[in-house]
T-cell receptor, first 113, second 114 residues
Framework: GNSVTQMEGPVTLSEEAFLTINCTYT??????LFWYVQYPGEGLQLLLK???ADDKGSNKGFEATYRKETTSFHLEKGSVQVSDSAVYFC????????????WGAGTKLIIKP | DVKVTQSSRYLVKRTGEKVFLECVQD?????MFWYRQDPGLGLRLIYF???????EKGDIPEGYSVSREKKERFSLILESASTNQTSMYLC?????????????FGEGSWLTVV
């Protein structure tokens, strides 16, 4: 069945550092891939998505490229800010899951000034 | 902007009590969801609904039921609360089809069962 694996957190970085949060998936066919973010005390919100191989999703300086050959969708940002501190969730949607979202466990990101 | 409103942010209930968590969305979305969020486990789907009076079990429906009498409102019911249901509960909504459209989340309800 479909599954999503994220790197365990917390990830602690200094402001302006480069960020990578790894996400790999298992799925048949061509799933859609998503990153959601949960800021402290809030619900989740969509950060970016990609619906086919080699697509790059981007938003708020974050990027992720849908890599079918490595079944990955790693989240990157060139220079993080304290305000990026949050929990980041990778998710996929595919026909095998009846298009329900399959969620990773989440990665907590802490940015220190 | 889409708004998903959960009626209670923080609740403390006793074991065996019947608990209602209410959720309202203002964007006329057909799909509504209840998730449970626990550290290290991510989000787990409890129930979802794709239309008024329609519901489907998610991954962890045991101990829960739902009600959708109006399109904008989706209620989660814990028939007899237990301590292992202490968790953060997230309501969400989206347009169909599942997984192809953005899911909008409420701010969450922290439930503690003592």
């Amino acid at each position: 069945g479909n599954s999503v694996t994220q790197m365990e957190g917390p990830v602690t970085l200094s402001e302006e550092a480069f960020l990578t949060i790894n996400c790999t998936y298992t799925a048949t066919g061509y799933p859609s891939l998503f990153w959601y973010v949960q800021y402290p005390g809030e619900g989740l919100q969509l950060l970016l998505k990609a619906t086919k191989a080699d697509d790059k999703g981007s938003n708020k300086g974050f990027e992720a490229t849908y890599r079918k050959e490595t079944t990955s969708f790693h989240l990157e940002k060139g220079s993080v800010q304290v305000s990026d501190s949050a929990v980041y969730f990778c998710a996929l949607s595919g026909s095998e899951s009846n298009y329900q979202l399959i969620w990773g466990a989440g990665t907590k990101l802490i940015i220190k000034p | 902007d889409v708004k998903v409103t959960q009626s209670s942010r923080y609740l403390v209930k006793r074991t065996g009590e019947k608990v209602f968590l209410e959720c309202v969305q203002d964007m006329d979305h057909e799909n509504m969801f209840w998730y449970r969020q626990d550290p290290g486990l991510g989000l787990r789907l409890i129930y979802f609904s794709y239309d008024v009076k329609m519901k489907e079990k998610g991954d962890i429906p045991e101990g829960y039921s739902v009600s959708r009498e109006k399109k904008e409102r989706f209620s989660l019911i814990l028939e007899s609360a237990s301590t292992n249901q202490t968790s953060m509960y997230l309501c969400a909504s989206s347009l169909p089809p599942f997984g192809r459209n953005t899911i909008y989340f409420g701010e969450g309800s922290w439930l503690t069962v003592v």
